[in-house]
């Protein structure tokens, strides 16, 4: 039975669904507190978007207000997915402390609430996809209770689950972030970070190259624009990647997908059924076409010898029963 029928015959669970895991939060000052933060965080966000489109066709914007764009689009996804998913989550790599500081700083910058908090919903994601206990399923909401209905889904998987009454307990899912003393320290000043991506590097920059008008433009649109689209890419790979594309692994007890548009966007984060099966790998793709960017970015790094021991459990695991990475496919 597909994983969505699993939760249609789930369909009248209670209100909190008796086989919640533990270290899921319910109510209380902390989910409280994690309410308001996303409403702050996303109302700042999406004011600054509006604001940022509308000057972008009223004033128009020039190469100054792009090539920061692009700089910005580039860095934080990189570090969001290289970073903090890889890096952090999936421990994919290990590298030295200037360069974990970088991927921590860019993945920061990439506006999507602390670097611990990521990494604790991202765990429980794993172990617990698209079933009770998963934070972000487009099947089976905060509190384990079954979804139904296509627009309902979209809009938990995409952006409720960050706003309803439930959070990870990270000191169950993520207790070796709370003792990185790095992790904590971005923590701790993540809305410094917020602030120079969406409003410190685009003014400088803008300002440098084009004066007044052009820092202005820069900051609505490279910046707090920029910021909102690359959260929305990242929330995608949750929402898009398990309900449309094509599934490489079907042994996956999941929906993930892989999904090509989302792939290049995120620069290989759509690769998520193939991530779900391998979640420990650090370069994802299975076939020419699927263009894992943050995968060739650390193997790349690795030939610098920037980063090192760099995960490929599916290499071996083919070696072991097929002889190539590719006859999997
Ligand atoms: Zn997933
Ligand atoms: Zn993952």
């Not at 917020?194 to 400088?204: Q, T, W």
């Not at 999941?254 to 759509?270: A, K, R, Y």
Request: hydrophobic share 45%; aromatic share 14%; net charge neutral.
């Amino acid at each position: 039975m597909s994983v969505a029928a699993y939760h249609e015959v789930d369909a009248a669970a209670p209100e909190a669904h008796p086989s919640l895991p533990t270290g899921v939060i319910i109510g209380g000052p902390l989910v409280r507190a994690k309410r308001v933060e996303s409403a702050v965080l996303f109302a700042t966000l999406i004011s600054g978007s509006i604001v940022g489109l509308a000057w972008a066709f009223t004033q128009g914007l020039g190469w100054v207000e792009w090539s920061l764009f692009a700089i910005m689009y580039a860095l934080t996804t990189l570090g969001i997915g290289a970073g903090v998913h890889r890096m952090l989550v999936h421990r994919s790599f290990r590298c030295d402390t200037p360069v974990k500081f970088f991927f921590c700083a860019i993945g920061q910058m990439a506006c999507q609430g602390s670097l611990l908090k990521w990494v604790g919903n991202h765990r429980r994601h794993h172990l617990y996809a698209d079933h009770v206990g998963d934070p972000h399923s487009p099947y089976v909401d905060g509190k384990g209770v079954a979804i139904t209905g296509k627009l309902k889904r979209w809009l938990h998987a995409q952006s409720r689950w960050v706003f309803d009454d439930t959070m990870t307990d990270n000191s169950v899912y993520a207790k070796d972030m709370l003792s990185d003393p790095m992790v904590m320290f971005f923590t701790r000043t993540r809305w410094f970070w917020y602030f120079l991506s969406m409003v410190g590097i685009p003014a400088a920059w803008g300002y440098a190259f084009g004066g007044v008008h052009a820092m202005w433009g820069t900051v609505l649109f490279a910046g707090f624009f920029r910021a909102y689209l690359v959260v929305m890419t990242s929330v995608a790979v949750g929402s898009v990647c398990h309900q449309l594309g094509y599934r490489r692994f079907d042994e996956t007890k999941d929906e993930s997908t892989n999904q090509l548009v989302m792939t290049i966007v995120t620069f290989g984060e759509g690769l998520h059924n193939n991530h779900h099966r391998f979640p420990r790998d650090a370069y994802i793709s299975h076939a020419w076409y699927e263009f894992d960017l943050n995968g060739l970015i650390i193997r790349g790094l690795e030939k610098l010898g920037l980063v090192y021991d760099v995960v490929d459990a599916s290499k071996h695991h083919v070696n072991r029963t097929e002889g190539s990475r590719s006859a999997e496919a």
